[in-house]
């Protein structure tokens, strides 16, 4: 059990400030803003479902991806790496916010439109929380289970789906409580916790490249 804690949290640990639920609710609101609770609630319900059902389909269907493409471990982690940094630098300097993405506008017109239309999937649970980096950082990790890990095997099979479900409660409740979330973080509170995210993903992502060049050099030494 203890090493079943240790996966699902180091999994937490790098799935969250991808995934920054704290935007989506900032998203959330912006989009939300004529809905009642009961439209409120069963979009943050669907968004949630959809994180944890793209997630599980990257984590189980990366490996086949790979193998078909000819991708390899490092060529993978190196741009996984590129996009997780490009995302953090986003994050460090944006030049706009969550809300005024393409994805936003697009949708925001559509409910002009037409009131009903479902922002459930796009842009709440695809782009903003299971983007390209969540996707890019769950493919390449499943990659490395594959070629070993310290943690037993059945903590390899339960992990996983546990992570991405607690992932997509963290968000449900999240979207849930966006106005309260809002009242007491402020958008100045979200943005400033998002730089820091940015923050950590840049690290993140240089620490990818580094991996994915020396295990490069490791497999192919200069002759």
Request: aromatic share 8%.
């Given at each position: 059990m203890v090493e079943l804690f240790k996966a699902v949290g180091l999994g937490l640990v790098v799935l969250l400030p991808l995934a920054n639920p704290l935007t989506t609710v900032a998203l959330f609101l912006g989009l939300a803003g004529d809905m009642n609770k009961k439209a409120r609630?069963?979009?943050?319900?669907?968004?949630?479902?959809?994180?944890?059902?793209?997630?599980m389909v990257?984590?189980?269907?990366?490996?086949?991806?790979?193998?078909?493409f000819g991708i390899s471990?490092?060529?993978?982690?190196?741009?996984?790496?590129?996009i997780v940094a490009f995302i953090g630098f986003r994050m460090l300097f944006p030049q706009q916010k969550a809300h005024e993405s393409l994805e936003a506008n697009t949708k925001a017109q559509e409910m002009e439109e037409e009131p009903d239309t479902?922002?459930?999937?796009?842009?709440?649970?695809?782009?903003?929380?299971?983007?390209?980096?969540t996707i890019a950082m769950i493919i390449s990790s499943s990659s490395t289970i594959e070629h070993g890990v310290d943690f037993a095997n059945w903590v390899v099979?339960?992990?996983?789906?546990?992570?991405?479900?607690?992932?997509?409660?963290?968000l449900w409740g999240s979207l849930r409580s966006s106005g309260a979330i809002m009242r007491m973080v402020g958008k100045s509170g979200i943005e400033a916790i998002s730089r820091l995210m940015g923050f950590l993903l840049v690290?993140?992502?240089?620490?990818?490249?580094?991996?994915?060049?020396?295990?490069?050099?490791?497999?192919?030494?200069a002759s």
């Open positions: 609630d069963k979009t943050a319900l669907m968004a949630s479902v959809n994180v944890f059902i793209i997630m990257a984590y189980y269907a990366g490996q086949v991806v790979m193998n078909t471990i490092p060529g993978l982690r190196i741009a996984g790496g590129l479902n922002i459930a999937f796009v842009p709440l649970a695809m782009p903003s929380t299971a983007g390209p980096g099979l339960v992990a996983p789906p546990l992570i991405f479900a607690l992932v997509g409660i963290i690290c993140m992502g240089v620490q990818f490249i580094i991996n994915g060049i020396l295990e490069i050099i490791t497999h192919f030494p």
